[in-house]
């Protein structure tokens, strides 16, 4: 059954951007998907032409303008959002969707990883869906060839007219030969609408931008992504410098690298030559248990503890030995004025200890 769409509704748009949605909504009402990828520079409209595209094609699909929040629900920013909405039991046919910066979880770089192998076999076996899916990728050469070679069109972002607030885009019909397992890029084109038979051929077309509601809405959506992917961004740069400096280590300072946080408390704390379990509960509050843990993961690890037990054990020592006890203090019988013996006497306290006595 022939869906009702709404040429009158895009009538006032230039006809090149007619022919665009026409071409896209066309395949989706034949019972297949439309896989559109646009390509271009950073900050050359990618983003904005294709929330602009979805807009317009709403429009001439149902006659009526999108709202918004059901339009935010189909953007999406990683693999597993967009997976989650294509398994989603509620998903209904022919809905317009916008992955953008696809090149980020879907990029050829993660060979065969698992979040790789699942959009390829997706993009394989949902045709069934009729989805439109506009991606956003700097180039294909960021896309796994397996989604590469299953895409239906390919959109150019060319430059952007400030004043006029429009994108030119270079649109392109993809033709996969299977034999030679080649790509092949063709102008759109679409029958004239005058009677003539004659075909119409689409070279640039120019994308205005989307209403100013949708600009704030995706970019405020943008900007908590890219919030996001730049935390991430810093944790692997500190992770992969922190693994660099372990690896230009050695012996000991290697293992220490290694330990846990908390093992590496106990191994300065040892070092610090405070051995005994009951002095660093009270003063660390680590148990005896977990100090004996550790211990023993460091004996395994070939980290020589005895050395600074035994270090600890002779300072302890040589502390014992070079202390001396207080003089005692000496009194003359009878009662009297104390006399004490200091060490700044020299030899002759020996002289004034016998003479106290004597007195």
Known sequence: M????????????????QILIKSFVKRLDSGKNCLVAIVGGTGSGKSFASVCIIYWCSIYMHGELPSLEDSENHWFFNAQAFLKRMNDPDLKKRELNLWDEMGVSASHKDHQSTQNKAISWLVQTFRNLEQLVIFTVPTLAFVDKSVRNLLHYQLETRKILTTEKICIIKPLEIQYNIRMDKVYYHNLFWKAEDGSGFMEEVDVIGVPLPPPEFVDAYEKKS??????LNKKIQAMIQKAEEKEKKSTLVGEEAIVAGLTFRQRKIWNILKEGVVDPKVILEKHGISPSTVYGAKKSFILKGLDLDYYIEKANS????????????????????????????????????RFKRMALEL
Do not use: C, M
């Open 2 to 17: 022939a869906q009702k769409r709404y040429p009158e509704k895009i009538k006032h748009l230039p006809r090149t951007f």
């Open 223 to 228: 900007w908590a992504f890219k919030g996001e």
């Open 315 to 350: 300072k302890i020592e040589v502390q014992e030995i070079t202390e001396k006890p207080p003089r005692p203090k000496l009194t003359r019988q009878g009662g009297g004025e104390i006399t004490t013996i200091t060490e700044e006497q020299g030899d002759n306290s020996d």
